[in-house]
């Protein structure tokens, strides 16, 4: 094994500039205007839901929306600020009421989607091009942010990775709720438990790799 | 999701006393505060490639991180393995600190995060491998089995006795004294095949001797 001061002299020697982060709000910010980008770019190729203008007078679809996509800035904002070692775990609370409101909605989504789209309503291609736009916006999403958070794998990769996945998955919710007309909340479920685990895995195969290219054992 | 056991590492804390004084300009009563003001500009400079105070820096924090590995691991190899580790993670997340905020809490941060994983390597480990003790050693040294190969020596010197003398002569000869049978013949004067045959029925006859013997006690 190693001693302390022939490693202490390994990562001096080893040791180049290196650039700070900017504050987490910034990165925070940055993210999320990639993500408006992305969600801009498939409203423009996939055009928006037809009744959009509709469900906007309803008050239930309003404010499902605004809470889904408040939980995606909050989650942004708290993984960026959870992902550096000396900040308050405090911050994962951040999101929690937006997601309260979120989640009841996603009930009430439900239960309407059914009443609403009946036995013969849900079309094979609808759902087909929902799981499209989720994938097109989960997986740019993921992947900026899993590049973006990279470091806080030898940190707290679970508490990171799942304030990641929630906030990808409220930003998909929301594009979702915007281009299609279909409830697809299972989905949007289901996506939100598979982010924050493939997060989970990434992160600790990342925290191995990064390990083994600076240590020196 | 929670980070369940990482919550076990957040009763650690700065604390002034248990950081020795180092071999760089320290005296023993410089104050904490001034100390982690040092830390923070060590780290500053290091950020932007200044190799000296990156290594006064890890000189420097190395004792600290020594003494907080301490109030967890007891073996001195474990302590100076998570000061490895700690070191090698603040140099891979060195990017992360801002010189704006204190340097102990992040500092301290990754010591917590580095704790842990030892103490849940330590706890895999100790799941499935048993620690050779002083009660092991002893009972396996031969200083301690002494009686017990002497009284078999005596056991099988006795029944040797036992024997009728050709047979006798073989198995002292051939076994005990561990000559070869061309050494043996010319000794007795009995032939290669003799002594074979006398040996054969020796061994067979001891081997009813302790089973005789066995039976009884």
Not at chain 1, 161 to 188: E, F, I, K, Y
Not at chain 2, 8 to 15: E, I, K, M
């Amino acid at each position: 094994m190693i001693t302390t001061p022939d490693l202490i002299e390994s990562l001096v020697a080893g040791a180049k500039p290196v650039r700070r982060l900017r504050p987490p709000a910034a990165r925070a910010a940055l993210w999320l205007l990639f993500a408006a980008a992305i969600v801009s770019l498939l409203a423009v190729s996939h055009g928006l839901r037809p009744d959009l203008a509709e469900r906007l007078r309803e008050p239930a679809f309003v404010i499902g929306i605004a809470a889904s996509l408040l939980t995606g800035v909050l989650a942004a904002a708290a993984s960026f600020v959870v992902s550096l070692p000396d900040r308050s775990r405090l911050w994962q609370l951040l999101p929690l009421p937006a997601l309260a409101v979120w989640v009841s909605t996603i009930g009430y989504g439900c239960l309407t989607g059914w009443v609403e789209i009946g036995p013969d309503g849900v079309r094979l291609g609808e759902v087909a091009e929902c799981i499209a736009t989720l994938t097109l916006t989960s997986v740019p999403l993921s992947l900026a942010m899993l590049v973006m958070l990279r470091y806080a794998a030898l940190l707290q990769p679970a508490r990171v990775a799942t304030m990641g996945g929630l906030t990808v998955s409220a930003t998909a919710a929301t594009a979702l709720s915007l281009l299609h007309s279909l409830d697809a909340t299972v989905m949007v479920l289901v996506l939100n438990f598979g982010v924050a685990a493939l997060f989970v895995g990434l992160a600790s195969v990342f925290g191995n790799k990064i390990f083994s290219l600076v240590a020196p054992r | 999701m929670s980070s369940g056991p990482h919550d076990r590492g957040h009763d650690l804390t700065l604390v002034a006393e248990a950081a020795p004084s180092s071999t760089h300009s320290r005296s023993g009563q410089e104050r904490p505060a001034a100390r982690e003001l040092d830390w923070s500009v060590y780290m500053a400079r290091a950020q932007g490639g200044d190799r000296e105070a990156y290594r006064c820096l890890l000189e420097d924090v190395t004792p600290y991180l020594r003494s907080i590995a301490a109030r967890h691991f007891q073996n001195s190899g474990d302590i100076e393995d998570t000061v490895q580790e700690v070191l090698l993670t603040v140099h891979v997340v060195r990017h992360t600190y801002d010189p704006a905020r204190p340097f102990g809490p992040w500092l301290v941060a990754i010591a917590n995060r580095r704790v842990v994983d030892g103490l849940r390597r330590q706890g895999r480990s100790r799941a499935r491998e048993v620690a050779l003790d002083i009660e092991h050693e002893t009972f396996a040294a031969s200083q301690a089995n002494l009686a017990e190969t002497a009284s078999d020596g005596r056991v099988l010197r006795d029944a040797i006795e036992q024997l009728p003398s050709g047979q006798r002569d073989a198995v002292r000869m051939l076994k005990l004294q561990e000559m070869s049978l061309k050494e043996a013949a010319a000794a007795s004067g009995m032939s290669v095949a003799a002594l074979k045959v006398a040996t054969h029925r020796a061994l067979k006859n001891l081997r009813k001797i302790f089973a005789r013997q066995g039976g009884k006690t």
